[in-house]
Each structure stands twice: as structure tokens, then as C-alpha cells.
């Protein structure tokens, strides 16, 4: 059954750091792409940071660039690791994962991971800045 378990969300001061934890289970973890997600009380949900398991694409939304890193290890973990946390990072944060996009362009060597594309979801991890 495929699952995902998201978890490390926390209250911390701004400048702060969290580092968020995701277990996949192989199925849906092996060839896809895995991301985070947040979303925030009244807003949208928006892509943080994705990743493609079997290396060569990463993605981090311009809001976050510089200060999250999206990682993995050999044992169907995602990480996100935050650093210099501001107050508009407060939001729930999800795992997902999904299926690779390839483009005309880029062909079968080269995925991507597009948000449209996540249609697995862990079941959320909160996390709180504050000033």
C-alpha cells in the first residue's frame, strides 16, 4: 500500500531551523519525484522543493531558494532541512510524491517534477514562526 509519513514540524523563532522527515513507501518512492508542499491558512497550496529519486532535477520555489535544502538517503527518506525561518514560512507542510515529467525536449534522460504530476500526500506536518 503505498504511503507516505511526514513528520519534524515544530514552533521556533524566527532565524530558526526545522528539518521535516518523509517515509515513502518503495513504491512510490523508487523512479518518482518526491516533494514538499505547503499551505497556509487562506492561501493556496504551493511547491517548495522537489527532487527526482533517481538524481539530476531539483526544484525550489524562489521563496525558499538559498535557505531549504530537499535531500534524500538510500532508505526511501525525504528530508527538507529550513534554515533563517521567517514568519511567512508558517504553514502546514506536506510530503508528496508522483510520477516524472518528460518533456519533448529533454527526453526519457532527462525527468522533471511538476507539481501537477504529485498525487501522493503524507498527512502533514505543521510548522510555526514566529517574530
Known amino acids: 500500500q503505498a504511503r507516505l509519513s511526514d513528520s519534524g514540524g515544530g514552533s521556533v523563532q524566527t532565524g530558526g531551523s526545522l528539518r521535516l522527515s518523509c517515509a515513502a513507501s518503495?513504491?512510490?518512492?523508487?523512479?518518482?519525484?518526491m516533494g514538499w508542499f505547503r499551505q497556509a491558512p487562506g492561501k493556496e497550496r504551493e511547491g517548495v522543493a522537489y527532487l527526482y529519486t533517481g538524481g539530476g532535477f531539483t526544484y525550489y520555489a524562489d521563496s525558499v531558494k538559498g535557505r531549504f535544502t530537499i535531500s534524500q538517503d538510500n532508505a526511501n527518506n525525504v528530508y527538507l532541512q529550513m534554515t533563517n525561518l521567517k514568519p511567512e514560512d508558517t504553514a502546514m507542510y506536506y510530503c508528496?510524491?508522483?510520477?516524472?515529467?518528460?518533456?519533448?525536449?529533454?527526453?526519457?534522460?532527462?525527468?522533471?517534477?511538476?507539481?501537477?504530476?504529485?498525487?501522493?500526500w503524507g498527512q502533514g506536518t505543521q510548522v510555526t514562526v514566529s517574530s
Open positions: 518503495t513504491d512510490i518512492y523508487l523512479g518518482n519525484c
Open positions: 508528496a510524491a508522483g510520477s516524472p515529467y518528460y518533456s519533448d525536449y529533454g527526453g526519457a534522460s532527462n525527468p522533471e517534477c511538476r507539481s501537477a504530476n504529485f498525487g501522493y
